[in-house]
Every structure is written in C-alpha cells, then in structure tokens.
T-cell receptor
Framework: DAGVIQSPRHEVTEMGQEVTLRCKPI?????LFWYRQTMMRGLELLIY????????DSGMPEDRFSAKMPNASFSTLKIQPSEPRDSAVYFC????????????FGAGTRLSVL | AQTVTQSQPEMSVQEAETVTLSCTYD???????LFWYKQPPSRQMILVIR??????QNATENRFSVNFQKAAKSFSLKISDSQLGDAAMYFC?????????????????FGKGTHLIIQP
C-alpha cells in the first residue's frame, strides 16, 4: 500500500497568490481529514469528509480556505488569497470505517507564504 | 469541546532507560479512543499505540505501553529501553468512539506535544 500521498512536499509562494494542496487517500478508506500544524497552535483539524461529503469544516480558519473531495481518491485544500500567517505544515489523513478506525497520515506539505 | 493537555514540552532520557510521557484530557463522552503519535524530524506522523476507553487493560506495543486511568482522564506513555530512534515529538490524541455523520470517523484532537531527547 502506497499510503496517503500529498503533493507538493514543499510550496513557497507570495502573499496574495492562490495555493492548492493535494491529497490521495489510501484506497478503500472512506474518511479524509485535513490538519494544520504550527508552532503556536499545534495540530488542528481543519475539515473532514466522510464518503466524499464534508462533515465538519468548523476548523477552517477563514473563507479564504476551501476544500473539496470530488471522488474517493482525491482531495484538495485551496487557499485564496494566501497570507504569511498561513505558513504551516498541512497534513492529510485517511481512515476506514472499520472497527479500528486508525488515521494514517501523509508526509505533509510545508507551505511558506512570503 | 474536548481538550488534550501535555504538560511536558520536553523530556530527556538516557539510552536504554525508561521514560514516561504525560497526557491528560477532558471530555464528557464515556466512549472514546486515545492515541500516541510519534513525529520524527522527517515530520511523518506515525501511530505508536492506541487505547479504547471501554477496555480496562492497558495497551502495549513492544517497548511502548500506556497507563490509562479513565477516572482521572490520564493517558501516559511509557517507553522502555529507550533507543536513539525514539527521539521525536510525541503527540497524545483523542477521538470520540461514536461514528461521525455518514458512517465514517471523527477527527482527532491533539495535545501540543512533548519533545523527547535520547542521550547516548
């Protein structure tokens, strides 16, 4: 199994630009999560999907952030326009609806907004 | 809302010794999962150990074990025979057991982490 795949690994952009982060969950998993990690706030849940449907987006910081899951094998997190305070590591995780429900994380995308 | 607290920002231990990382949490739920994740410098989040709240027996995984005290809402991680490869950030996390909407899982609530240093 290839695990959760995120791209890009690193992203450097300028303030005001649009940023799109991508995630491919583990095949067969029906839950997908986006987290953000910063020094100040630690790891925070931004949004999660069950069966491609957004369930809870209360962690999305502002309207500049949006997430989609057009099919079971792909999700995007978009920031438009980006700001320096968005600089963080963004993780995607997936899990199945089985008994153990363990979340498996991707390697993360380190975003730097200059 | 659930909260997870890790009161030790940093811990240091001699190689081959035993170290215990602390975690407390607050919840009104009676059924839930608790986890310890490890994040080495590569930043990959790796599951170390998992505990179901309804199980009285403490979970163990090789050199890793937990001390789960449900009444005290405490969930500490013990690492025995510490190895250099154990050096990492360790995060305690909580998730309710009830299934989220749509039949899937809910998200994790994390503590702020403990930086574990292994002294050779």
């Amino acid at each position: 199994d290839a695990g959760v795949i995120q791209s890009p690994r690193h992203e450097v952009t300028e303030m005001g630009q649009e940023v799109t982060l991508r995630c491919k969950p583990i095949s067969g998993h029906n839950s997908l999560f986006w987290y953000r990690q910063t020094m100040m706030r630690g790891l925070e849940l931004l949004i999660y999907f069950n069966n491609n449907v957004p369930i809870d987006d209360s962690g999305m910081p502002e309207d500049r952030f949006s997430a989609k899951m057009p099919n079971a094998s792909f999700s995007t997190l978009k920031i438009q326009p980006s700001e320096p305070r968005d600089s963080a590591v963004y993780f995607c995780a997936s899990s199945s609806s089985g008994v153990k429900n363990i979340q498996y994380f991707g390697a993360g995308t380190r975003l730097s907004v200059l | 809302a659930q909260t997870v607290t890790q009161s030790q920002p940093e811990m240091s231990v001699q190689e081959a010794e035993t170290v215990t990382l602390s975690c407390t949490y607050d919840t009104s739920e009676s059924d839930y999962y608790l986890f310890w994740y490890k994040q080495p410098p590569s930043r990959q989040m790796i599951l170390v150990i998992r505990q179901e709240a309804y199980k009285q027996q403490n979970a163990t995984e090789n050199r890793f074990s937990v001390n789960f005290q449900k009444a005290a809402k405490s969930f500490s991680l013990k690492i025995s025979d510490s190895q250099l490869g154990d050096a990492a950030m360790y995060f305690c996390a909580y998730r309710p057991m009830t299934a989220g909407s749509g039949g899937g899982a809910d998200g994790l609530t994390f503590g702020k982490g403990t930086h574990l240093i292994i002294q050779p």
